[in-house]
Protein backbone atom coordinates (compact mmCIF):
# COMPACT_ATOMS: atom_id res chain seq x y z
CA UNK A 1 0.00 0.00 0.00
CA UNK A 2 1.55 3.58 -1.19
CA UNK A 3 1.96 5.86 1.33
CA UNK A 4 0.10 8.92 1.63
CA UNK A 5 2.18 12.12 0.31
CA UNK A 6 2.98 14.76 3.31
CA UNK A 7 2.83 18.35 3.98
CA UNK A 8 5.01 20.06 6.19
CA UNK A 9 3.18 23.15 8.19
CA UNK A 10 4.59 25.88 9.30
CA UNK A 11 3.65 28.49 11.00
CA UNK A 12 5.22 31.65 12.04
CA UNK A 13 5.49 35.08 13.14
CA UNK A 14 7.34 36.33 10.56
CA UNK A 15 7.92 39.30 12.32
CA UNK A 16 9.66 39.73 10.28
CA UNK A 17 10.76 36.73 8.15
CA UNK A 18 14.94 36.81 8.18
CA UNK A 19 17.08 34.23 6.18
CA UNK A 20 16.29 31.89 8.77
CA UNK A 21 12.99 31.41 7.76
CA UNK A 22 14.24 30.96 3.58
CA UNK A 23 16.82 28.42 4.64
CA UNK A 24 14.40 26.56 6.99
CA UNK A 25 11.18 26.58 4.23
CA UNK A 26 13.88 25.46 1.40
CA UNK A 27 15.27 22.67 3.85
CA UNK A 28 11.42 21.24 4.74
CA UNK A 29 10.66 21.24 1.00
CA UNK A 30 13.91 18.73 0.55
CA UNK A 31 12.82 16.45 3.56
CA UNK A 32 9.25 16.32 3.25
CA UNK A 33 8.54 17.39 -0.64
CA UNK A 34 5.41 19.76 0.50
CA UNK A 35 5.39 23.23 2.85
CA UNK A 36 2.76 25.13 3.57
CA UNK A 37 3.37 28.00 5.16
CA UNK A 38 1.15 31.15 7.06
CA UNK A 39 1.98 34.10 9.49
CA UNK A 40 0.18 33.85 12.63
CA UNK A 41 -0.33 35.50 15.89
CA UNK A 42 1.38 33.35 18.45
CA UNK A 43 -0.15 34.02 21.91
CA UNK A 44 3.17 34.42 23.70
CA UNK A 45 4.41 36.59 21.70
CA UNK A 46 4.02 40.30 21.00
CA UNK A 47 4.28 41.48 17.79
CA UNK A 48 6.38 44.21 15.94
CA UNK A 49 4.12 44.70 12.73
CA UNK A 50 -0.16 43.66 11.86
CA UNK A 51 -0.83 40.16 11.11
CA UNK A 52 -1.96 41.57 7.63
CA UNK A 53 1.67 43.05 7.19
CA UNK A 54 3.76 39.85 8.13
CA UNK A 55 1.55 37.85 5.94
CA UNK A 56 2.26 40.19 3.13
CA UNK A 57 6.07 40.14 3.98
CA UNK A 58 5.97 36.18 4.06
CA UNK A 59 3.81 36.11 0.74
CA UNK A 60 7.16 38.25 -0.60
CA UNK A 61 10.09 35.57 0.57
CA UNK A 62 7.36 32.45 -0.52
CA UNK A 63 7.27 34.13 -4.00
CA UNK A 64 11.02 35.13 -4.07
CA UNK A 65 12.15 31.53 -3.27
CA UNK A 66 10.07 30.34 -6.45
CA UNK A 67 9.69 26.80 -5.49
CA UNK A 68 6.40 25.24 -6.50
CA UNK A 69 6.59 23.11 -3.05
CA UNK A 70 6.15 26.12 -1.10
CA UNK A 71 2.99 27.67 -0.62
CA UNK A 72 1.90 30.04 1.75
CA UNK A 73 -1.54 29.26 2.76
CA UNK A 74 -3.17 31.88 4.94
CA UNK A 75 -6.26 30.68 5.61
CA UNK A 76 -4.29 28.17 7.72
CA UNK A 77 -3.72 31.22 10.59
CA UNK A 78 -5.27 30.80 13.57
CA UNK A 79 -3.77 31.37 17.22
CA UNK A 80 -4.45 27.56 18.10
CA UNK A 81 -2.65 25.02 17.08
CA UNK A 82 -5.49 23.10 16.73
CA UNK A 83 -7.82 24.90 14.75
CA UNK A 84 -5.25 25.47 12.34
CA UNK A 85 -4.62 21.26 12.20
CA UNK A 86 -8.17 20.78 11.89
CA UNK A 87 -8.28 23.58 8.55
CA UNK A 88 -5.22 21.42 7.30
CA UNK A 89 -6.90 18.23 7.33
CA UNK A 90 -9.90 19.19 5.56
CA UNK A 91 -8.11 21.00 2.67
CA UNK A 92 -5.66 17.61 2.56
CA UNK A 93 -8.20 15.09 3.68
CA UNK A 94 -5.66 12.12 2.21
CA UNK A 95 -2.01 13.76 3.53
CA UNK A 96 0.00 13.17 6.54
CA UNK A 97 0.17 16.63 8.20
CA UNK A 98 3.66 16.69 10.13
CA UNK A 99 3.51 19.93 12.38
CA UNK A 100 7.12 22.18 12.27
CA UNK A 101 8.04 24.01 15.32
CA UNK A 102 11.50 25.55 16.01
CA UNK A 103 13.41 23.67 18.39
CA UNK A 104 13.26 26.82 20.70
CA UNK A 105 9.51 26.69 20.77
CA UNK A 106 9.61 22.92 21.71
CA UNK A 107 9.19 23.50 25.01
CA UNK A 108 5.68 25.98 24.54
CA UNK A 109 3.31 23.27 22.69
CA UNK A 110 3.15 21.32 25.95
CA UNK A 111 0.88 23.92 27.20
CA UNK A 112 -0.74 24.93 23.76
CA UNK A 113 -4.27 25.00 23.81
CA UNK A 114 -5.79 21.35 23.92
CA UNK A 115 -1.60 19.94 23.12
CA UNK A 116 -2.73 16.53 24.25
CA UNK A 117 -5.10 16.06 21.02
CA UNK A 118 -3.17 17.90 18.49
CA UNK A 119 -0.34 15.70 19.28
CA UNK A 120 -2.61 12.62 18.46
CA UNK A 121 -3.92 14.11 15.01
CA UNK A 122 -0.23 14.74 13.45
CA UNK A 123 3.43 14.21 13.63
CA UNK A 124 5.44 17.03 15.01
CA UNK A 125 8.84 18.01 13.77
CA UNK A 126 10.67 19.77 15.33
CA UNK A 127 14.15 21.87 13.96
CA UNK A 128 16.99 23.09 16.28
CA UNK A 129 18.50 26.15 15.74
CA UNK A 130 21.33 27.46 15.44
CA UNK A 131 22.51 29.26 18.84
CA UNK A 132 19.42 28.25 20.18
CA UNK A 133 19.23 25.30 23.00
CA UNK A 134 16.67 22.65 23.00
CA UNK A 135 15.24 22.76 26.59
CA UNK A 136 16.17 19.73 28.09
CA UNK A 137 13.25 17.94 28.66
CA UNK A 138 11.28 19.34 26.02
CA UNK A 139 10.74 16.40 24.18
CA UNK A 140 9.97 13.99 27.01
CA UNK A 141 7.37 16.44 27.97
CA UNK A 142 5.66 16.40 24.31
CA UNK A 143 5.81 12.36 24.45
CA UNK A 144 3.98 11.98 27.97
CA UNK A 145 1.11 13.79 25.91
CA UNK A 146 1.55 10.75 23.40
CA UNK A 147 3.47 12.89 20.55
CA UNK A 148 6.08 11.64 18.51
CA UNK A 149 8.64 14.40 18.32
CA UNK A 150 10.99 13.99 14.78
CA UNK A 151 14.01 15.98 15.32
CA UNK A 152 14.79 17.18 12.02
CA UNK A 153 18.27 18.80 11.62
CA UNK A 154 18.05 21.75 8.99
CA UNK A 155 21.02 23.89 7.45
CA UNK A 156 18.79 27.09 9.70
CA UNK A 157 21.50 30.18 10.28
CA UNK A 158 21.41 31.73 13.59
CA UNK A 159 18.75 34.18 12.60
CA UNK A 160 16.21 35.56 14.94
CA UNK A 161 13.39 37.89 14.37
CA UNK A 162 13.70 39.34 17.52
CA UNK A 163 17.55 39.92 16.86
CA UNK A 164 16.72 42.18 13.72
CA UNK A 165 13.72 44.10 15.21
CA UNK A 166 16.17 45.27 18.02
CA UNK A 167 19.39 45.95 15.22
CA UNK A 168 18.58 45.50 11.64
CA UNK A 169 21.01 43.62 9.53
CA UNK A 170 20.50 43.49 5.70
CA UNK A 171 22.61 40.07 5.81
CA UNK A 172 19.35 38.74 8.03
CA UNK A 173 16.74 40.19 5.94
CA UNK A 174 16.07 38.34 2.46
CA UNK A 175 16.10 41.56 -0.09
CA UNK A 176 12.84 40.94 -1.58
CA UNK A 177 11.41 42.58 1.52
CA UNK A 178 13.56 45.53 1.93
CA UNK A 179 11.13 47.66 -0.04
CA UNK A 180 7.99 46.32 1.84
CA UNK A 181 9.56 46.96 5.38
CA UNK A 182 10.89 50.72 4.43
CA UNK A 183 7.21 50.90 2.83
CA UNK A 184 5.89 50.73 5.89
CA UNK A 185 8.76 51.83 8.65
CA UNK A 186 9.00 48.60 10.25
CA UNK A 187 11.75 47.75 12.61
CA UNK A 188 13.12 51.40 11.98
CA UNK A 189 13.60 50.49 8.77
CA UNK A 190 12.05 53.79 7.51
CA UNK A 191 14.04 56.08 5.59
CA UNK A 192 15.19 59.20 7.81
CA UNK A 193 13.16 61.78 7.94
CA UNK A 194 14.57 65.19 6.40
CA UNK A 195 15.74 68.06 8.38
CA UNK A 196 15.09 71.35 8.43
CA UNK A 197 18.15 74.02 7.11
CA UNK A 198 18.94 76.20 9.95
Not at 16 to 24: C, F, K, M, S, V
Not at 100 to 121: K, Y
Not at 133 to 141: Q, R, V
Not at 142 to 160: C, D, F, H, K, M
Amino acid sequence: MTAPPTVALLGTSADPPTEGHRALLEGLAEHYGQVATWASDNPFKQHGAPLELRARLLGALVQAIGDPRIEQLQLLSSPRALTTLKRAAAHWPHHELVFVVGGDLADQVPRWWRAAELLQRCRLAVVPRQGFALEPGALDAIRALGGRPELVRLPVPATASSTVRQHPSPDQVPPALWAELVRHNLYGLGPQPSRSPR
